[in-house]
């Protein structure tokens, strides 16, 4: 069974944050899919949806994002996921310039604390992930704290580029739903740049 685990943190005071992107695309997905995200089990939130005939997983961790592991690990036990063929992990990446998209099949971390919580706990990098670009200049030029920037709230200067990320997320969701190689999929995103 394919999971698509968007990564943030559950409540209103994180809404709309840099580092709730995560959920945003995994939301976007579940309206394009017509489903809404509103199981509650393995401390996550979830909903089954159909892709051309592919029926998935989509699910947002409610553990906060530092214990993001804790609900994926559970998540991955009960729809008996193969994590390197079936997992795909969707975060926000203070890395990537604002509205760039990397899409990898394994790999670290990075600085990310909800990756580094699932790579511990599930014990292993080798699982898809989509990562969504969220430095802007500020954060480049340290005019702002790191903590201050990912909890803030998107603003509007940077509403539109993100909301093209979280567009071709879904889109690159919808190839690994039908079966695309990584690979392929990562050529045809940079392609659209």
């Given at each position: 069974?394919?999971?698509?685990?968007g990564?943030?943190?559950?409540g209103?005071?994180?809404?709309?944050?840099?580092?709730?992107?995560?959920?945003?695309?995994?939301?976007?997905?579940?309206?394009?899919?017509?489903?809404?995200?509103?199981?509650s089990?393995?401390?996550a939130?979830?909903?089954?949806?159909?892709?051309?005939?592919?029926?998935?997983?989509?699910?947002?961790?409610?553990?906060?994002?530092?214990?993001?592991?804790?609900?994926?690990?559970?998540?991955?036990?009960?729809?008996?996921?193969?994590?390197?063929?079936?997992?795909?992990?969707?975060?926000?990446?203070?890395?990537?310039?604002?509205?760039k998209?990397?899409?990898?099949?394994?790999?670290?971390?990075?600085?990310?604390?909800g990756?580094?919580?699932?790579?511990?706990?599930?014990?292993?990098?080798?699982?898809?992930?989509?990562?969504?670009?969220?430095?802007?200049?500020?954060?480049?030029?340290?005019?702002?704290?790191?903590?201050?920037?990912?909890?803030?709230?998107?603003?509007?200067?940077?509403?539109?580029?993100?909301?093209?990320s979280?567009?071709?997320?879904?889109?690159?969701?919808?190839?690994?739903?039908?079966?695309?190689?990584?690979?392929?999929?990562?050529?045809?995103?940079?392609?659209?740049?």
């Amino acid at each position: 069974m394919i999971l698509i685990v968007g990564l943030g943190n559950p409540g209103m005071k994180y809404k709309n944050t840099y580092h709730n992107v995560g959920f945003m695309a995994v939301d976007a997905l579940a309206k394009k899919c017509k489903v809404k995200i509103a199981k509650s089990e393995c401390d996550a939130l979830t909903c089954k949806a159909v892709y051309k005939g592919v029926e998935f997983v989509i699910a947002k961790p409610q553990t906060y994002m530092n214990l993001s592991g804790e609900a994926v690990k559970k998540l991955v036990r009960a729809y008996d996921v193969d994590e390197a063929r079936e997992l795909v992990v969707c975060y926000d990446d203070i890395d990537l310039p604002i509205g760039k998209l990397r899409i990898r099949e394994e790999g670290s971390a990075g600085t990310h604390n909800g990756m580094r919580n699932i790579v511990k706990e599930l014990n292993t990098e080798q699982f898809a992930r989509v990562r969504i670009g969220t430095k802007t200049d500020e954060l480049a030029n340290h005019e702002v704290e790191l903590i201050d920037f990912v909890l803030s709230k998107v603003d509007f200067a940077n509403k539109q580029v993100l909301q093209q990320s979280i567009d071709t997320a879904v889109e690159a969701f919808e190839m690994i739903i039908e079966g695309d190689d990584i690979q392929r999929i990562q050529e045809r995103i940079n392609r659209k740049k």
